[in-house]
Nanobody, 113 residues
Framework: QVQVVESGGGLVQPGGSLRLSCAAS????????MHWYRQAPGQQLELVAS???????WYRGSVEGRFTISKDNAKNTVYLQMNDLKPEDTAIYYC???????WGQGTQVIVSS
């Protein structure tokens, strides 16, 4: 059963922007929090941003001021607006919930000139 579907990744030059989307099932979207994670080649999965059911937000230090997490309750969708992208943002981006749901395929972001 597909619970989350990520989309919106692509190839972008340094300094560019992308908006990622995570369409979640209703049961997943209603959980305590939704997270965006990323995994760079050869690296561990890391938490990038979180938004709780009550709209409390957290960002990883390296993305704060550049990334914005938001959600559309009517669409059961969480977004990650990424601005001023850097090569070190290159990764596969995943979304998930707390409590954890089944993992999606992720969406690949490549930042390169």
């Amino acid at each position: 059963q597909v619970q989350v579907v990520e989309s919106g990744g692509g190839l972008v030059q340094p300094g560019g922007s992308l908006r990622l989307s995570c369409a979640a099932s209703k049961s997943v979207f209603g959980r305590n929090a939704m997270h965006w994670y990323r995994q760079a080649p050869g690296q561990q999965l890391e938490l990038v941003a979180s938004i709780t059911r009550t709209d409390l937000i957290w960002y990883r230090g390296s993305v704060e001021g550049r990334f914005t997490i938001s959600k559309d309750n009517a669409k059961n969708t969480v977004y990650l607006q990424m601005n001023d992208l850097k090569p070190e943002d290159t990764a596969i981006y995943y979304c998930n919930a707390i409590p954890e749901a089944s993992w999606g395929q992720g969406t690949q972001v490549i930042v390169s000139s």
